[in-house]
């Protein structure tokens, strides 16, 4: 599993199944709201190896292997 640091830009390599929001109370969404090879920013790291990354569009909890390091 690959390791990122807060405040580090990544970018979405793969489209997930969905996307879980990195709110309090996590909600599914479509995948569709973020578009392959859009860049984020690592906010934080979750229980089970996900990060929250911050998109322009909101905040969502990716596994790494969705995404890669800018």
């Known amino acids: ?3 990122f640091e807060i405040g580090q830009k990544v970018r979405l390599t793969t ?9 309090s109370m996590p909600m599914l969404r ?3 709201l973020v578009s ?14 996900t990060w929250s990354v ?3 569009n ?3 909890l ?3 292997q969705y ?4």
Do not use: W
């Open 1 to 3: 599993m690959q390791e």
């Open 15 to 23: 489209r997930p199944p969905y996307l879980k929001t990195a709110d």
């Open 30 to 32: 479509p995948p569709t």
């Open 36 to 49: 392959v090879g859009e860049e984020g920013t690592i906010v934080g790291r979750n229980p089970g190896g």
């Open 54 to 56: 911050r998109f322009k």
């Open 58 to 60: 909101g905040a969502y």
């Open 62 to 64: 990716l596994d790494a």
């Open 67 to 70: 995404l890669d390091l800018l």
